[in-house]
């Protein structure tokens, strides 16, 4: 029997879906991706060493394993062949859609510069809200336009003179092409139809694992806009994402950090910039997986969660790095925000009216393993309405419960 289901992160991205992916692709045949690109960074550590991958789903190092790069994403296929090389001696196979856009180096450039202007919003400089702007703007070029080279030139000047006019472009037309063509010989062979491939799967009983990026809060709609990501990451985006209809999916796993992690700017009701924020960053390794930043920390938000889980739909939840919270004096967990002086209970739609709400407490005291937990667990389960499924309180794969 097929069997469908859709893993997102429900706050600011880095949760842990990664490894929650890792952990659950032993049930499934395929694993999607359906947005984002190269500033994803999943960790996974396997017997003791580490596997970073951005764009690749991280499943695959399973064996056996079909991955999907969807429709919905931009893909950096210089940065895939290298990461491709990870997974050399796995068994595996890759189904990159046609419709799938490509970010180009220049997209890459022009994405630095802005950052290094102060006008961006803290990216991850891989070029993602440029390629996404190409894509919009119907100047994008698409994987499949690999296979054609007359198609390829054709398209590429386009764009190209596109970027060349409006932004920044760092290499000549010529060896642009010269390099998009010699990556598109290593990696043609994966380039298809992926939504016909898909139809056929699930028709054929096949079980797909559909995975996310980044978090909710940093979909381009739902998120804290600007400071955001520019694809959807909530669950409605696997479905235009991947092509993919809605009545064929089972199920949605949301998962979220047993506290709050945020990278680059925006709003961040229960940050802590205190020595509380620093152990929880240095006992979590709260540091990039793609850009080495040091990243933002605050207590769990269940005001941005209960938003996360009714827009995506969520299922069933999975709490990650709950050992990280292990010896702390004590625990505090947002359940409402006080803005001017009204309490409310919403995530706010305007980052301005989310940059201003002071968050209200429920403090917890310490544990020291999950036992000591459960307390924490049960509230956060009835506050949001859905079951925490799976606590995962450790980098490798055995140190995951499903409850
Ligand atoms: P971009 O996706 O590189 O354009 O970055 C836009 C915003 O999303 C920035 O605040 C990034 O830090 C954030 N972001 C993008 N990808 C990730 C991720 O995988 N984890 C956490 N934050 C991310």
New binding site residues.
């Given amino acids: 029997m097929s069997k469908v289901s859709i893993i997102v992160g429900l706050q600011?991205?880095?949760e842990g879906k990664g490894k929650i992916a890792d952990f659950l692709s032993g049930d499934y045949d395929i694993i999607a991706r359906f947005q984002?690109g190269a500033?994803?960074?999943h960790t996974v550590k396997v017997g003791g060493k580490e596997y970073i991958f951005h764009q690749v789903p991280s499943g695959l190092l399973r064996g056996g394993k079909v991955g999907v790069l969807g429709a919905g994403m931009v893909i950096d296929i210089i940065a895939l062949v290298e990461e491709l090389r990870q997974l050399e001696g796995v068994d595996y196979d890759l189904i990159i859609d046609e419709r799938a856009h490509l970010v180009l180096p220049y997209h890459r450039v022009q994405?630095a510069r802005q950052e290094e202007s102060g006008r961006g919003?803290?990216?991850?400089?891989?070029g993602?809200?440029q390629a996404y702007r190409d894509k919009y703007a119907r100047f994008g070029i698409r994987a499949g336009s690999l296979l054609d080279e007359h198609v390829l030139k054709e398209e590429l000047r386009r764009s190209y003179e596109f970027n060349a006019r409006y932004f920044t472009v760092n290499l000549d037309f010529d060896e642009l092409y010269d390099i998009l063509l010699a990556e598109s010989r290593e990696i043609g062979n994966f380039i298809g139809d992926a939504v016909s491939y898909l139809k056929d799967a699930v028709e054929g009983g096949k079980k797909v694992l559909m995975e996310g990026?980044?978090?909710a809060l940093?979909d381009i709609d739902f998120g804290t806009y600007p400071?955001?990501?520019?694809s959807h990451t909530i669950s409605g985006g696997a479905l235009v994402g991947l092509g993919f209809p809605w009545k064929r999916v089972d199920e949605v796993i949301g998962v979220f950090k047993a506290y709050t992690t945020?990278?680059?700017?925006?709003p961040f009701p229960t940050e802590l910039v205190d020595e509380t924020g620093n152990q929880i960053r240095e006992k979590g390794g709260e540091y990039?997986?793609?850009?080495g930043?040091p990243?933002r920390v605050g207590w769990l938000d269940l005001v941005a969660l209960r938003y996360s889980v009714w827009i995506n739909g969520v299922d069933y939840l999975v709490m990650t790095k709950l050992d990280v919270l292990f010896g702390f004096p004590e625990i505090k967990v947002a359940v409402g925000y006080r803005l001017h002086g009204m309490e409310i209970d919403w995530f706010p739609a305007s980052s301005h009216r989310l940059a201003h709400v002071e968050p209200v407490y429920r403090t917890f005291s310490g544990f020291d393993d999950l036992d000591g937990a459960r307390e924490f667990i049960s509230f956060i389960e009835e506050h949001l309405g859905v079951p925490v499924k799976i606590i995962s309180y450790g980098m490798d794969r055995d140190k995951t419960i499903v409850l």
């Avoid at 945020?262 to 925006?266: A, E, H, L, P, Y």
């Avoid at 990039?288 to 850009?291: L, N, R, S």
């Fill in positions: 600011w991205g880095d984002g500033n994803a960074g994405d919003v803290g990216s991850t400089r891989k993602i809200s990026a980044q978090g940093l400071y955001v990501t520019s945020r990278v680059g700017k925006g990039g997986a793609t850009t930043r990243r």
